[in-house]
């Protein structure tokens, strides 16, 4: 209780923290003075000695980890709940859906998918709406999202079509330069046009956003109702994840004294079911103790459905894991350079793969009873351990080797992959190189694709954006946006800002081709 009570005392008193920051803190300590769900022994030590990880989501788990609400249903029927009625204009259904956000729930406490915008939209933005109503709409809406949402998870996705909307968003980003919402946009070869996919790109050099996903590969894991939010985490509309557990390959493989073949076959699948019984545990607690789902306006009103969760098991420390490996067979070999050691860690997450499609866990229907796989991005007290399955910071290699290591995992994430790319200035001289850059991963099956331009003020730390001025002192000012704080710590861990630089060409492929370095 004396330790307890210094915690909140210590939270009570910062001069850092605003009062929201505060509320969610003293919460997240009132959660984590409560008892686990059970676990066996072992998990309970995997879990203590860091080998798995629970991400810090609490003891006792109230609400899903992430959210993802039909907005369209609201928006076509209101809300009993809300008091709200069905929106008839653009302004209307702006502020309809700004008072919905504030009652979603999800890891944060602030909501990961805002919609797909463009889509939402559609009805309200008629032929008498000129550009310039336009986006004197949405630059309000943008401001306000900002300022009541204040965490960088927070998504938009757009595409894969062209549309009004989506370019107002991206006029709008260019002018306001703000780091929440963040932007998704959806890519197809067929249904995305170049200029579009330029615009986005263009929008990047401004504000480090959209990133770019593979809409095909999207809909056959997942259907046509999906989001990109948050690091990089697909999911299903009117669905989302009970929780995102992960397990370190590196501390995995440090308890391993054999090659890769044995660590597949035993090491492995032991920490690999370990880390399914902490997600079991933690989903049933979820969902027949708290019983969420049975009461919450979002599932009583059709905005979600149980049948559409599943949950996330998130790998990282490959390229550590892989290394050590290495070693142990004699082989001086690195992920992210040697072939025999990119073999290795196909392997490795093929396995694992193969583990999580073969254990069933409760309330997952959404994922067809099993988890979806996730290369997760990293937290801020991650130390001496590279996200995912990303190359190590600083050995990153030319633009075309580089996707063609990280492409071949892509299909296994179903619920996203955390692979970001560092570009110099040359691309800003050449958005269409970067078109085909982002077209030719795609065709060799990335799933993800994000870049960093390297003289830009925003970057991105796991998958969300911070702007590095507000990095600056924060220690001792604060920051307003929650997840600043989080960047901190991920850039004092991982050293971000040293990734290796890419110069992008005039033309660097042609679509259907691997890209040059």
Known sequence: MTEFRAQVEAVLTSPTLTYDQRLRQLAALAVNAMPYPDLSPACREALDKRVICDMYEGNRPYAPRYVLPDYGVALRNGSAFLELEP????????????????????????????????????????????????????????????????????????????????????????????VVPNITLKVDPERTPDSLIEDGVRTVFET?????????????????????????????????????????????ALRHEGGVDEFLATTLPSYVELTAELMEARIRSLVEQQCFYDHNWLVTEGLISLDRFSAMFGVFGLAEAVNLLMAHEGLDARYGHDEVANQAGYRIV???AELVAARPLPHCEGGGGRAYLHSQSGIDLDQDVTAGTRIPVGEEPGMREHISVCAPHHKLFASGVSDIF???????????????????????????????????????????????????????????????????GAERN?????????????????????PEA
Not at 467 to 484: E, F, N, P, T, Y
């Open 350 to 352: 093929e396995r694992v």
């Open 494 to 514: 991982f050293h971000l800002t040293q990734r290796n630089v890419k110069r992008v060409g005039a033309r660097e492929l042609a679509a259907g081709t691997t």
């Open 208 to 252: 480090g956003k959209p990133h770019f996903v593979n809409h095909p590969m999207m809909v056959g894991d997942h259907g046509e109702d999906y989001a990109s939010v948050s690091c990089y985490n697909s999911l299903k509309v009117g669905g989302g994840s009970h929780t995102l557990s992960r397990i370190n390959l590196k501390e995995v």
């Open 422 to 488: 560092h570009v110099d200035e040359t691309a800003v001289r050449n958005p269409q190189a970067m078109v085909d850059i982002i077209r030719g991963a795609f065709t060799v099956g990335m799933r993800d694709y994000t870049f960093n331009l390297d003289s830009n003020e925003f970057i991105r730390i796991t998958g969300y954006l911070v702007r590095k001025c507000d990095l600056v002192d924060i220690d001792q000012v604060g920051a307003r946006h929650g997840s600043d704080f989080l960047a901190a």
């Open 87 to 178: 929106p008839t204009t653009l302004a209307e259904a702006l502020s309809f859906l700004t008072i919905v956000y504030g009652h979603v729930p999800s890891v944060t406490t602030y909501p990961v998918y805002l919609g797909d915008l463009d889509k939402l939209l559609a009805p309200y933005v008629t032929d008498e709406i000129s550009d310039d109503e336009l986006d004197t709409e949405l630059r309000r809406f943008w401001i306000r999202i900002d300022r009541l949402l204040p965490d960088a998870f927070t998504h938009t996705d757009l595409g894969p079509e062209d549309s009004r909307i989506a370019r107002a968003i991206f006029r709008v980003e260019r002018s306001l330069r703000q």
